[in-house]
């Protein structure tokens, strides 16, 4: 009994070890510091993402701000408003005003083709035209503000003819010199319901002027000024249709032709990613178009005067001057998009530009200088609304073949 005792003892000490309480300090010990452990982990990851955040912020600063050659103009713009204050000289104020202007509509629609990578191409298009059209209203707005009713008419009139002629066409010569071996084809519905949409633009603005010349006014400059107003607003219905028919009635029918077929290679799709993040485009459009507002304000300021000491007529200024820098933007993006072979694109920002300024920025300013008490209206004389009119169906038999060469 002894000996199976001591064999038990034995047996029992040896299993003592597993079973100490050193080892269950041990394990507790492992158990405990697990905690210890992440806590520095997480702390470290966290100042990972700010230091990953900060790189970001800095690296979209370097895209937006100083890698595009253009922003070489950044500076004229406070010059500007410093010649505003300091010396008064008009001529220089506007000068300056429209080279910082220049960049700033160029990285606008910068901006708006990186949101367009994360909104698709139908919604795309109408932010660049959208945004690309922010200049011409902010100046428009400050003009009318300021009672220049016609420098806002000939502004927009040749914003219009700046896009239908002179963008869409360097859009389709590029494209063609990039892409000499094939045909470069786009959706035909765009165009279609754009022409359209224009052509209802130009019947708005053809009834007042002949109302006018025809001199057939019950009430003289009453009668052209209330079918000005009535006319706004039924374009202003007219392009919120048009909107819904786009963006959620039929939105398969402004599919890009490239979706459709074999043009969407892995080459192409590389091309397409974004250089700035979605919240950062958003951040730069603000930005952007805030400082636009301000620059607007010192530029209109400065038109009388410059077109005195200058030289120059206030049409020269209003029509060729104003729209080649609020059309930088556009300008750019479309030639970009069509080089690209994307010229369902290059007609959404260029076609889509000009009918957004005749059914929606026209309109809205007629409505605005109403509430303001403004006699805006949609006269824009026999000449210029001739000349619209003949653009307009030029341009829309040109879009009827659905391929540029």
Request: charge should be negative.
């Amino acid at each position: 009994m002894g000996s199976a005792g001591e064999k038990l003892e034995l047996e029992f000490d040896e299993e003592i070890p597993f079973s100490s309480p050193q080892a269950t300090i041990k394990i507790d010990s492992l158990h405990y510091e697990a905690p210890h452990i992440v806590s520095p982990r997480s702390y470290r990851s966290s100042r990972v993402l700010r230091k990953m955040y900060q790189i970001s912020l800095l690296r979209s600063i370097y895209i937006v701000v100083i890698k595009a050659k253009i922003n070489v103009l950044l500076p004229f713009g406070p010059l500007a408003i410093l010649l505003h204050y300091v010396t008064g000289k008009h001529a220089w104020v506007f000068f300056f005003s429209l080279l910082g202007i220049t960049p700033l509509a160029e990285r606008l629609g910068y901006a708006t083709e990186q949101l367009a990578f994360y909104t698709g191409p139908t919604v795309g298009g109408l932010l660049n035209a959208t945004f690309g059209n922010a200049t011409e209203m902010i100046i428009s707005l400050y003009a009318l503000n300021n009672g220049m009713m016609w420098v806002v008419k000939q502004s927009l009139l040749g914003s219009i003819l700046s896009n239908m002629l002179l963008v869409l066409g360097c859009a389709f010569f590029s494209g063609g010199i990039i892409h000499q071996e094939k045909v470069q084809v786009f959706n035909k519905a765009t165009a279609i319901v754009n022409s359209g949409l224009l052509l209802m633009a130009v019947m708005g603005l053809l009834f007042p002027a002949v109302l006018h010349f025809t001199h057939t006014e019950l009430h003289f400059g009453t009668s052209q000024l209330a079918l000005s107003r009535f006319s706004s607003c039924i374009m202003l219905v007219a392009y919120a249709s048009y909107l819904f028919f786009q963006l959620k009635s039929q939105p398969n029918l402004y599919r890009s032709v490239s979706e459709d077929g074999e043009h969407n290679s892995e080459d192409s799709e590389e091309e397409e990613a974004p250089e700035i993040t979605q919240w950062e485009a958003i951040g730069w459009l603000a930005f952007l178009t805030t400082w636009i507002s301000v620059l607007s304000g010192y530029l209109v300021d400065a038109i009388k005067g410059a077109s005195d000491s200058m030289n120059l007529p206030m049409s020269f200024i209003s029509v060729i001057l104003l729209p080649i820098v609020g059309n930088a933007a556009e300008h750019a993006s479309a030639i970009m998009f069509a080089m690209k072979d994307k010229l369902d694109m290059t007609l959404g920002v260029a076609i889509g530009s000009s009918t957004q300024i005749s059914m929606f920025v026209i309109p809205f300013c007629v409505v605005v200088g109403w509430f303001m008490g403004k006699p805006m209206n949609l006269n824009f004389q026999l000449f210029e609304t001739a000349t619209l009119f003949i653009t307009v169906l030029v341009v829309a038999f040109m879009l009827q073949v659905r391929h540029s060469t």
